[in-house]
């Protein structure tokens, strides 16, 4: 089979992310990469709420007295937007859509960036209050925890980018159907991550 | 490549019909991310009105596991066909997480 066949709506699969064997192959070992992923940011939490407001004596930083809520619910609105948007965009790689595929990537990919932005600011702001990474064991294991995120948010936004910069011109097909379905796979997962870091980190560090 | 892919051109009835359940499913998600919306608002909100700490973490836990379930499922496809193995890898890992998450916190909190 050759990967570059033109497709029509018509004749474009019900699956085109695992119709051939290469996409299959990509869909289990990156179901398999999530579980890692899962188990990576389950010993981040841990560690997080091993050590949170944990520092050397007299350390007049806590999670109550360093989180603005307002904040990270526009954190939270963005990043959950943005993965209602890779919805969208996967809806029309299955109607063999490009442009609006590519479009809808466009949005996820602003709004992630958006939530770089805030994140960027936030961690800047706590830098120059003092409460840098090695301020504390706390201040280490809270950047190492959302930092970690951050740090996925970026290749997120690099493998986005980077699948529509280069199929630009190419279209749908089924050697770059698969890549697109991850690269979504991936930011859902970003999403998922978040929803515990607001939960936990945040809304309970401000709880006390 | 060692594996055929066998091209079925729809009539104009099939190719109809597979549309009309994509916009179906869509709007499903529409309203999953609506509710994931409406869950979120009740947790910040939950937090802002300064109930007892006992009464919200329980509330806004359940609801992020309620969000994640309902993001993996859904926006991730895992209640299709054809997920067993990504849901046995999925699963493992959060058995191997909860785990982490229980040894860490007895033995430091202990």
């Known amino acids: ?208 | 490549m060692a594996h055929d892919v066998h091209t079925h051109v729809r009539s104009q009835a099939e190719y109809e019909y597979k549309r009309r359940r994509a916009a179906n499913e869509m709007r499903g998600h529409v309203t999953t991310f609506a509710i994931m919306i409406f869950f979120t608002l009740i947790a910040f909100t939950a937090v802002y009105a300064g109930f007892s700490a006992n009464l919200v973490v329980p509330i806004i836990l359940l609801l992020a596991a309620v969000q994640v379930v309902l993001q993996l499922y859904y926006f991730m496809h895992m209640s299709h066909k054809g997920h067993e193995t990504a849901q046995m890898f999925l699963y493992s890992g959060v058995i191997v997480a909860f785990i982490v998450l229980i040894t860490f916190l007895t033995i430091v909190w202990w």
């Open chain 1, 1 to 208: 089979m050759d990967l570059n066949t033109k497709y029509t709506p018509q004749s474009w699969p019900d699956h085109p992310e695992n119709t051939t064997l290469e996409g299959k192959n990509k869909f289990v070992g990156f179901w398999l990469f999530l579980g890692g992923e899962t188990v990576t940011f389950a010993s981040l939490f841990a560690t997080y709420l091993a050590l949170k407001n944990k520092g050397p004596s007299g350390m007049e930083f806590t999670t109550e007295g360093l989180f603005e809520l307002p904040l990270v619910f526009i954190m939270t609105m963005l990043l959950l937007t943005s993965s209602l948007t890779s919805v969208y965009a996967m809806y029309h790689m299955k109607n063999y859509n490009f442009k609006a595929m590519q479009a809808w990537l466009a949005v996820t990919v602003l709004l992630g960036l958006a939530f770089l932005g805030f994140e960027i600011y936030e961690f800047n702001h706590y830098v120059h209050l003092g409460f840098t990474f090695n301020q504390s064991a706390f201040s280490s294991a809270f950047f190492l925890l959302v930092g970690t995120h951050g740090a996925h948010v970026v290749v997120g936004l690099g493998w986005i980018i980077l699948l529509m910069v280069r199929n630009a011109k190419r279209g749908l097909n089924l050697y770059n159907a698969p890549k697109y379905y991850l690269a979504s796979l991936y930011w859902h997962f970003i999403d998922v991550v978040w929803v515990f870091i607001f939960t936990v980190v945040y809304l309970m560090g401000v709880i006390g």
